[in-house]
Nanobody, 123 residues
Framework: QLQLVESGGGLVQPGGSLRLSCAAS????????IAWFRQAPGKEREGVSG????????TYADSVKGRFTISRDNAKNTVYLQMNSLRSDDTAVYYC????????????????WGQGTQVTVSS
């Protein structure tokens, strides 16, 4: 059974940083593109960042470009999202998801999802 587990969320002040991790179990991430999505209260889920299976291609939502960096360590079966210069509007539950297709930011492309980790940016 494919399972993804997110970790690393928490409470951080505006301007601060967090690193989220997405660990896979039950399968190897080598053949899967991974993306991060987020959902704030009362809002639709939105794509944040995606990375191809090889790590050679990444994509970012305009709202996080220059602040977030996605990376992967296939040896550790883990994908990371480094979030810097956090703002209050980054507050959301962050989910990682896997697909055998390209790492584009369309939720319908993804078949395996984690349970989410809460990120709260507040002073």
């Amino acid at each position: 059974q494919l399972q993804l587990v997110e970790s690393g969320g928490g409470l951080v002040q505006p301007g601060g940083s967090l690193r989220l991790s997405c660990a896979a179990s039950g399968f190897t991430l080598d053949y899967y593109a991974i993306a991060w999505f987020r959902q704030a209260p009362g809002k639709e889920r939105e794509g944040v960042s995606g990375i191809s299976a090889t790590g050679g291609s990444t994509t970012y939502a305009d709202s996080v470009k220059g602040r977030f960096t996605i990376s992967r360590d296939n040896a550790k079966n883990t994908v990371y999202l480094q979030m810097n210069s956090l703002r209050s509007d980054d507050t959301a539950v962050y989910y990682c998801a896997a697909t055998r297709g390209p790492g584009l930011l369309y939720a319908s492309m993804y078949h395996s999802w984690g349970q989410g980790t809460q990120v709260t940016v507040s002073s």
